[in-house]
């Protein structure tokens, strides 16, 4: 169980995503003793890199696109991180993002840094060949910036397999020749790896097994609600009912339904497949407000889309014991200290949404080797990583009595204070 501990007072911008990890990063700094040399570092992304993308559109106009990429660390290993096309991307977004990385793939093991890139754009209103070419552009643009040793994107919100693909083509042509661990998360057969479209929703589904376990629950006798249900929120639906899990509420951001003895999520995904990827229309469950959905009747909530939702006003009204962050920075570091004082675990975003990052490793590792796995080997070694993150973390929130997201911090904090240290600088 989580200790009760006075919460600590944050102070941070609302409306800055970047502020909400210095938040959590100072509170964790002060409670495991982090050097202030390593937390000033920290508190500062290594490179900032912003292009302007003029892209031709189907209309014979030119358009002029943003694009970032934040390389937050490379302390530990080559910078990770996806790349994001939506219309809130900015540079604060980015930092925050890239941060979270750094201390995701601490977390998780793996050899990386952090990074995060993005493109204000509405991925929804670009024809393919106008999203083609702009992937292209940036890949163009960033071609100094990534790198199979130096900088490893992979899809967010809004990119998937087919924006990896025309990545690691581009960059193939720019460096005439064939880099396929330049990128991760490519479709299966270019070099992507079996397991990995499923891997943040597997990972969910792990993270939230083994907080189960720890609190004497049995996944047979619990309910959830998951929020999102694009590929964080359908995997981890999926995989969290065929643990027995009754999953009574399910969202997008076309519609919320819920469904008192349970939402059948194969007729679910079966909806979505045929209606354009979205659960609009889908007859499975009572319709009802998105916000309703946080603050459900349920035993476990996955918010596993959007950030900021879980707000001081939503966590005041939240039922859920457990909460399992799907989605980067889903709670405000305002609502973090009001579901703590009301004794609900968080499983943090930078431990439960992990599995992604870790099977995007193991595609990494198998392009290097030029040897692929098979989808069994994949799962097992994904499992276990992450259950070993589970109890690194487990144990420094109790032996720091504190929570589970800032047990995480220190988990990562300490790996990334070992690698400056040791590495020196200036
Ligand atoms: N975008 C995913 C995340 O936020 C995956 C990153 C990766 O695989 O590099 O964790």
Known sequence: MTTKT?????????????????ARLDIAAKICGLSEDVTNILRNPQRQVKVSLPVMMDNGK??????????????????????????DVCDDEVKALSAWMTFKCAVANIPYGGAKG?????????????????????????ADVFGVDKDIPAPDMGTSGREMAWIVDEYNKIFRGSFPGVVTGKPVGIGGSLG??????????????AALKKMNLDPKKVTASVQGF???????????ASRGIKICAIGDHTATFWNEK??????????????????????????????ELLTANVDILVPAALQNVITEEIAANVKAKLIVEGANGPTTPEAD??????????????????????????????????????????????????????????????????????????????????GIKAKGSY
Not at 75 to 82: D, M
Not at 280 to 288: L, P, Q, V, W
């Open 262 to 291: 349970g939402i059948d999520i194969q007729a679910a995904l079966r909806h979505t497949k045929e209606n354009g990827g979205v659960l609009r229309g889908f007859n499975g469950g009572t319709e009802i407000k998105a916000n």
């Open 6 to 22: 006075k919460p600590t007072p944050v102070e941070h911008h609302e409306n800055s995503m970047f502020d909400a990890v210095l």
């Open 337 to 418: 200290s009001i579901l703590q004082e009301k004794g609900i675990i968080v499983i943090p975003d930078i431990l439960a949404n992990g599995g992604g990052v870790t099977v995007s490793y193991f595609e990494w590792v198998q392009n290097k080797y030029g040897h692929y796995w098979n989808e069994e080997e994949v799962k097992t070694k994904h499992d276990a990583s992450m259950n070993d993150a589970f109890e690194q973390v487990w144990y420094n929130g109790q032996h720091y009595k504190t929570t589970m997201r800032i047990g995480a911090y220190i988990t990562a904090l300490k790996k990334v204070e070992f």
């Open 196 to 209: 990995r479209d499923a891997a943040t929703g597997r990972g969910v589904m792990i993270s939230t097994l």
């Open 118 to 142: 993005g493109i204000k754009c509405d991925p929804r209103k670009l024809s393919i060949g106008e999203s083609e070419r702009l992937t292209r552009a940036y890949t163009a643009a960033m």
């Open 62 to 87: 030119v358009q002029i696109f943003e694009g970032f990429r934040t390389i937050h660390s490379t302390i530990l290993g080559p910078s990770k991180g996806g790349i994001r096309y939506a219309m």
């Open 230 to 240: 694009g590929n964080v929120g359908s995997h981890a639906a999926r995989l969290l």
